[in-house]
Structures are given as structure tokens and as C-alpha cells.
């Protein structure tokens, strides 16, 4: 989605990053949203958050998948950012879908009401909650849960746990997909993803797989949901 900012400096912003606003909060002490490619990002000290509908590790995941063979109709987000991932569904599916974002930052949830959810259709409840404790007292079981709680540029070691593993596997809907999303952009950062997917994500999903994408990994509850090739490779 573009900006709502003048042509001007949307041109511009293909030319150098422009910074738009920058709040600070307990959770996230530098939060700033530029504009970069005519686009909203929301980034941190360390890591990019949000990136509208260039956010490509959601968004190359979400092309690759067999949409037809695997109707999502209720959808949860752990961790918002500026809602990139509720836009780039509504580019797939259209607004067929509910979805529900749990955000702990109310500072982010600000910034994601004031630059990126007036460009989502689709109806989408935020909740300002800490998700560990919304996964533990939440009935509610979903087609897609998207994982993409960072505190920066790390994922805090709860969220790498058996209990919240099971906790997300416990809130799908049978044959419900699961993409919990990992950084991969240094040699140290690939070797812990491979080892909590090898260690910890495959005990809970003994089907999974993941996805190399450029700086992170899709790790990915079962197999079978992606579009391929004849040969077996992935189709665009």
C-alpha cells in the first residue's frame, strides 16, 4: 500500500529513506516509521518490524502458497507491527477473512492504527494483550496463526518454548497452518533457527518445514501447502 504522504516525498523516498516519526515505549526504547520506496516502515534499533506490502518475508511465503487447496477464513497475528501481514492477506484473499492481531505495545498498536490499518478492508480485531497470556486464556482456534513477535531483533526465549509451541498447535483448527517466522540474516542467526526448528519445532510439528528466505526463515507446521513445480521446486 502507499503512502498517504505527498507525491513529492514519495519520489523522494525512492532515493533515501525518510524519516516520518519516532516514539519510544517499555517494550520497544526506539521505534521509528520512515518512508522508503513510497512505502510506511516501521523499524527498531536492529530490525525491521513492518514494511506495508514489501514485508517480503510474509509476503513471498503467502505467493507461494496453494490458497485454493487451503481456505483460511479465521486468522491470528502475534505481533502486528504496522499490520503488514493482515494487508498482504487481503491482497490474496480479498476481505473473506477475520482476523484478530494481539500486540503488547501500545505504542505500536498507535502508530499501526495511524499508518498502516486505514489501508486494511478486511475486518481485524487488535487486542492490546502479552500473547502468552492470551494463548492461555483463549478458546478461540484459528485456519492461520502468523508468528511475529520480536523484541527487536530477538524472539524472547517464552516463545521458544514447549508450552507456547503447544499452545499454538492447541489454537489451530484441524489442518489449521501454522508460519512461525525466524531471522536468518547472519551465519549465528541461521545457526539458532536451524536448531530450534531441529530441536524444539519439530517435536511439536513432526511435518514441518521451513522456507529460506532472504534474511529469515518460515518455519512451517506441515508439509504440503505450497504451490510446486513438476520438478518439485516451488512456484512463484
Wanted: proline share 4%.
Amino acid at each position: 500500500m502507499k503512502s498517504n504522504e505527498p507525491l513529492w516525498k514519495n519520489w523522494l523516498s525512492y532515493l533515501f529513506e525518510w524519516h516520518i516519526e519516532s516514539r519510544s515505549s517499555e517494550y520497544n526504547p526506539h521505534l521509528y516509521v520512515s518512508l522508503k520506496q513510497g512505502r510506511y516502515q516501521l523499524s527498531t534499533a536492529n530490525a525491521v518490524y513492518s514494511f506495508s506490502d514489501l514485508y517480503t518475508n510474509f509476503g513471498d511465503t503467502f505467493k507461494l502458497m496453494d490458497w485454493k487447496a487451503n481456505p483460511v477464513q479465521k486468522v491470528l497475528v502475534l505481533g502486528l507491527g504496522l499490520g503488514s501481514i493482515p494487508l498482504l492477506l487481503e491482497e490474496h484473499l480479498g476481505q473473506d477473512f477475520q482476523c484478530t492481531a494481539i500486540e503488547i505495545d501500545e505504542a505500536v498498536i498507535g502508530l499501526a492504527s495511524k499508518y498502516g490499518l486505514p489501508g486494511v478492508s478486511a475486518p481485524i480485531e487488535v487486542i492490546c494483550a502479552n500473547a502468552q497470556a492470551y494463548m492461555a486464556q483463549s478458546q478461540e482456534r484459528f485456519d492461520l496463526i502468523c508468528m511475529d513477535i520480536f523484541l527487536d531483533d530477538s524472539v524472547p526465549t517464552y516463545f521458544e518454548g514447549e508450552t507456547f509451541l503447544e499452545s499454538l498447535r492447541d489454537h489451530l483448527n484441524p489442518n489449521g497452518i501454522l508460519l512461525y517466522n525466524r531471522l536468518a540474516a547472519t551465519k549465528r542467526d541461521i545457526k539458532a533457527t536451524h536448531t530450534f526448528f531441529q530441536d524444539h519445532f519439530l517435536k511439536m510439528f513432526p511435518t514441518g518445514e521451513y522456507l529460506p528466505l532472504v534474511g529469515n526463515w518460515m518455519l512451517v507446521n506441515q508439509t504440503g501447502l505450497f504451490k510446486r513445480q513438476r520438478n518439485g521446486k516451488l512456484q512463484l
